[in-house]
């Protein structure tokens, strides 16, 4: 790959200190590819290749680099060049970093600010984790409606490089109130000559400091936004929230769903970044919960001892039954986790998705039923009444496993529990203990044991 | 909510016959809640109001239509109506469109477009599903290296309201081949006697039309780019594909990942519009599989009939030991497939993943089996020898559930399955069986049965 060449020979003109060509190609390089370089080379070498980085360029890298890396280059760096990265970084960025710093590093970065920006520093440490304002950035046009187009251009122009987006500009009273958007867009191909206020947009969509994430991302989505303005309470305009920010929430937000589904406690850290023991961590708890949680089913199994031993061939029908039925219930919780995910299911859709479910549930179990019986009776050539009792015992299974894996996820967000950690691992546990009870219900029922 | 009060309000207008009223409340609403309104309300409403849509946001709201609402639209406006549509709709809605429609409604469409027009879209219809060109533009804005930024900034005004988006302007010679890009932020930034090859960015990142959709996504994701330029085999930028879209393609993919997980065949149709019997053809597929591949493990358990009947209360320990293993062996395949999705591991990374889920299954292993070895040893007061083989059992099934989980996928991606389909529902499957081998052989061994 190109990649790896242009790896090998950066770090050859290292070696052979040819510096001055160094910068040269280094100054051309999308900040993305030169942070990962700078990841993956040894420390030396890459606080060595940071400094020969042009100013504006050397501060996006560093918002790309890994928590590791950024404390090392923090370390031997000056206090110009700090006060410089402090300066130029995104705000959201700052936040970012300061949120993963040790204190040490956080008071030296602090250092280098101003009693207003720590004021504000403050403000933005305080947003809920996932909330608008975490991930908020305080870098946006803002533009007063009695201008001119010119006039908003010639404003783009000279303050438009330090923002984080100039393609949506935002028009604010003097009490900092949103009046109204425009797009770049609408400027550039409007005359030089129109107002502000006649062109621009009054019926803004915006978010609360205190919305969640997923539902930005749920805005973002539908809409097809650049970027969303985020308010306080008195509907202060207090930041916005680009969509490039957006595309690594929605990731997060999926990865950690797939995560507690399949029983582990979410973690944003990199699979192959993260630690053995930070990775076993997250999964034991569960992995616990979840053991001693199977013991019910094997309760259920002693209690039906008497008719095990009455017939020891209903041994073996066991995994089948609780296998099918784990997976018929977390098929229905996993497209409601999802539906509620993405904003297509409501709380509201109880009754809908019960009613579908159930009408899924039968069609699903008769069909597997109806093969299981030909299977058993033609094929294995077991008993007729077995053969029922188990097909008998899928049906039901699989129309209480989909019952529940449909409406549990809603009813855990009614009592506020996040549904993908209450729904997705717990179903399977349900599942199981419910199709062992149908089943030997049934068995003493048909076979009159 | 608002919304549902401007609904009410709307369609009080309509019922009033306030038309002149309607038409001024309609216009300045945003396209995306309009198709909303237009989607729930009873179609003949539906279609009065989206005439009275000016023209320009008729296209835009007719783009976000159900298949259903564009089909009765179609079939009742006038050939003039349907040719504005056509010339005004992006090209890639359009072609999303003509994928949508029955035959008799494309060929409606068609009548209304020329002949390079039809042969274009018949082009752009040969893309595979999931590709770069599936999902691409052709609206973007094109610039040549010689124009000044005055000159450039003037071909965006006149033509800037028809590209998908301004934000990313193209630089391509006479034979369509990609040179440089330019931002409308450099433009707007920058004097306006520059010469575009002056400023233009030369490292350009693209992908080709027959790239993965997938890919794709994660290049915007990395990159924070607004729009990525998609060339063909020679070279020559054939389209863009833009954010929003690429938003829609995260989702689809994690959603679709998210079924196969957990067993179903995927499907890009919201939940709540899907027909009963569509979820549930959906469903059934892995539901056969998987319930005729759990009698591997039924006929395990029969084979070691001669145990269970020597023993029966090992019985009540079968589900415990299925079910950690699943979970354990779901939790790994999980990690890594959600990697390989967000192109965080790679195929280079087996034996990385392999080492890590080796250590990590032998910390969670020991813990789980003391665990469980205190519990019924001291608490329930079971044998020692029984105890003993449970935990034994748990420690060797955890690790080898872990490795199978962490490295199916890996497997399943180097013969050019999808991870998520192969790995996902088959896992526990596997688990199961494995754990019920070792337990009856450390059964045989440490009871002497």
């Not at 940071?50 to 590791?68: C, Q, Y």
């Not at 997250?282 to 039906?304: D, E, K, N, P, Q």
């Not at 299977?375 to 009792?389: E, P, Q, S, T």
């Amino acid at each position: 790959m190109d990649k790896e060449k242009e790896l090998e020979m950066i770090l050859d003109l290292v070696a052979s200190k040819k510096y001055v060509e160094l910068k040269e190609i280094l100054k051309d390089m999308n900040e993305v590819d030169l942070a990962d370089i700078l990841n993956e080379i040894e420390a030396q070498t890459a606080v060595l290749l940071f400094r020969m980085l042009p100013k504006g360029l050397a501060v996006d890298v560093f918002a790309h680099l890994t928590i590791e890396r950024q404390k090392e280059i923090i370390n031997v760096i000056t206090d110009k060049e700090l006060k410089y990265i402090v300066e130029e970084l995104y705000f959201d960025d700052m936040i970012d970093l300061l949120e993963e710093m040790p204190a040490n590093v956080v008071n030296k970065i602090l250092l280098q600010s101003n009693k207003d920006e720590r004021d504000l520093i403050n403000q933005f440490l305080k947003y809920p984790e996932d909330s608008a304002g975490s991930i908020m950035t305080i870098e946006y046009v803002d533009l007063k409606k009695k201008m001119t187009v010119k006039e908003a251009l010639q404003h783009i122009k000279e303050t438009g490089l330090t923002k984080e987006t100039v393609y949506t500009c935002y028009v604010t009273d003097e009490n900092r109130k949103l009046e109204g958007i425009i797009s770049l867009r609408k400027l550039v191909t409007s005359d030089l000559d129109q107002i502000i206020e006649d062109i621009m947009e009054r019926d803004v969509i915006y978010v609360n400091t205190h919305d969640d994430q997923e539902t930005v991302a749920n805005i973002f989505r539908k809409y097809g936004f650049l970027a969303l303005p985020v308010v306080d309470n008195e509907n202060r305009l207090t930041g916005i929230i680009t969509v490039d920010d957006i595309m690594d929430v929605m990731e997060q937000e999926a990865t950690e769903d797939f995560q507690k589904m399949a029983a582990m406690a979410p973690s944003d850290e990199a699979y192959l970044e993260s630690s053995v023991f930070e990775l076993a961590r997250h999964r034991i708890f569960w992995l616990l919960i979840l053991m001693v949680s199977a013991t019910i089913s094997g309760s259920i199994i002693s209690g039906a001892e008497e008719v095990l031993t009455a017939m020891i061939v209903l041994n073996s029908f066991i995994p089948m039954l609780m296998d099918t039925a784990g997976n018929s219930g977390s098929q229905s919780s996993t497209l409601v986790i999802r539906g509620l995910a993405t904003g297509e299911i409501e709380m509201g859709d109880f009754l809908k998705v019960l009613w579908k479910e159930f009408r899924i549930s039968i069609v699903v179990g008769i069909v597997l039923a109806f093969v299981n019986f030909l299977r058993l009776y033609y094929l294995v050539k077991i008993d007729f009444n077995i053969a029922l009792l188990v097909s008998l015992t899928l049906i039901v299974t699989i129309v209480i496993s989909k019952l529940l894996g449909g409406t549990l996820p809603l009813v855990a967000k009614k009592f506020k529990i996040d549904p993908a950690i209450m729904a997705g691992p717990l179903i399977t546990t349900i599942a199981d203990a419910t199709s062992l009870t149908i089943y030997f219900y049934f068995a003493k029922l048909i076979l009159h044991i």
